[in-house]
């Protein structure tokens, strides 16, 4: 009787037990299925990709071919974009930091016109799969044409020099928003990271001219790398809300790349929308052998200074070496959920959205390239996410804040 009746618990024990997993795995399957259902039927966008940077650096990059992230140097192409779900993305008219001198200037607007060129080729070129999108509502238009859209902006105000009407030049070729400065000052205002440290105190008096010009044209004004003083007197002159393309939280992580809470109060007080930055730098502490030998690297071939193919393969080799020795101890997914987990506690679900960076050094553990999107979703489903809510951090935020900087610049014309 012992026998059969230690049996029986046995048996009913593993019943349970097996009824538990089995549950726990139809959770999970169901949870992946809801996230599968909600970035199909959500506009996906993403508001910061240095893809044209790549391709100028590499004219024999083949959009249509599947590249290995780990291999091709790029996150981004259209089989990974089709896998991932994207339905828009901002390609940055990025430009290094160069001299700020007559003939800088004219080199800067060159190069700017080249990358415009290059974003323009990525939807002209390919029109079966994608068209060049400057509205909210072209980005619809497009989806339900089954097709992906081509948003474009400006990263580094070095740009336009000292000539205001570039401006218009860039807006008229579909850029929608500019960051107003990179890693180092420039004529516009301070950067956040500039070695030399602040330089005019916030915005230059140029600088405020730059921001009022973009406010009559309807083009966003982003924050991301600009100093903290820059971010106040952009909150304090502008008319239009202000975003942060590719930023993340300093209260999770204290870089001076990242906003403030008390900026995030700010940004999301005039309209404005944070997009959750995915480069591990601005997430968490690094190697500091890696990260020496990385400022090395950078410091002998600077981001967007054009290079011979010889120096190209030089740089190849030494990142190959770099990344040999010192491996890359990447961000996780879950942590860049956190930083919006943050964001949404202190200002609510409707000023936070998605900027991975990628192709400018973005990508983390769990959404290394593009094909990985949909796991951003998935990681929002389970910690208890509305579609809703998700639609509004994919794409709904910022086609507000795009929305409001034209309706403050047709305001502006009258």
Known sequence: MRKRASF????????????????????ESDLKAKAEAIHAAALTLDTHCDLPMLMHARPDFDLTEEHDPHTSGSK?????????????MFFAVYLGQGPRTPEGYADAKRRALALFDIVHGI??????IAGLATTPEDAVALEQAGK?????????????????????????????????CHTSNNDICDSSTDPEGPEHGGL????MEVVKEMNRLGMLIDVSHVSDETVWDCLELSKAPIVATHSSARALYDHPRNLTDEQIRAIAAKGGVVQMNML???LKDGNPERAKAMQALREKYPRGVELTEAQQAERTAALKEINERYPEDLATLEQVVDHIDHIVKLVGVDYVGIGPD??????VDGM??????GNITYELVKRGYSEEDIKKIWSGNFFRAMKEAQRVAETLSL
Request: some cysteine; charged content about 20%; aromatic content about 14%.
């Open 8 to 27: 029986v618990i046995m048996s009913g024990l593993l019943s349970v037990l097996s009824l538990f997993f089995h549950r726990c795995s139809n959770t």
């Open 76 to 88: 981004v192409d259209f089989p990974r974009i089709k896998k991932g779900g994207m339905d828009a």
């Open 123 to 128: 939807a002209n070129d390919y029109p079966d």
């Open 148 to 180: 992906f859209s081509v948003f474009t902006a400006v990263e580094n105000g070095w740009a336009i020099g000292k000539d205001l009407s570039l401006l218009q030049t860039y807006y008229d070729l579909g850029a929608r928003y500019m960051t107003l």
């Open 204 to 207: 230059s008096p140029f600088g």
């Open 280 to 282: 591990s730098g601005y």
């Open 358 to 363: 990628l192709d400018g050094g973005g990508g």
């Open 368 to 373: 290394f390239d593009v094909s990985e999107m």
